[in-house]
């Protein structure tokens, strides 16, 4: 996978730590642990252990994890 970080990670343990992941649209998620993941729109779904992923939100969207072992970061797809 080809990715451009256009922000630093970010964690976000917690409904109470909710982020927009600056206003992300595309997030690149890496748990180093077992969690939850939650968007605002309504999506939940569980991460494994060291598994990563990217996900599409609306920009004003939030996302948390149930844990701080997950990190979330602002990304852009590369062209070209």
């Given at each position: 996978m080809e990715i451009r970080a256009l922000a630093a990670k970010e964690?976000?343990?917690g409904s109470g730590q909710a982020t927009t992941v600056s206003n992300a649209s595309i997030v690149?998620?890496?748990a180093t642990a077992a969690a939850t993941v939650?968007?605002?729109g309504g999506g939940?779904?569980?991460m494994?252990?060291?598994q990563a992923l990217v996900i599409?939100?609306?920009r004003a969207e939030t996302v948390y994890a149930s844990s701080a072992n997950v990190h979330f970061t602002?990304?852009?797809y590369p062209r070209g």
């Amino acid at each position: 996978m080809e990715i451009r970080a256009l922000a630093a990670k970010e964690t976000a343990n917690g409904s109470g730590q909710a982020t927009t992941v600056s206003n992300a649209s595309i997030v690149y998620c890496l748990a180093t642990a077992a969690a939850t993941v939650t968007l605002s729109g309504g999506g939940t779904f569980q991460m494994g252990a060291n598994q990563a992923l990217v996900i599409h939100k609306d920009r004003a969207e939030t996302v948390y994890a149930s844990s701080a072992n997950v990190h979330f970061t602002k990304i852009a797809y590369p062209r070209g």
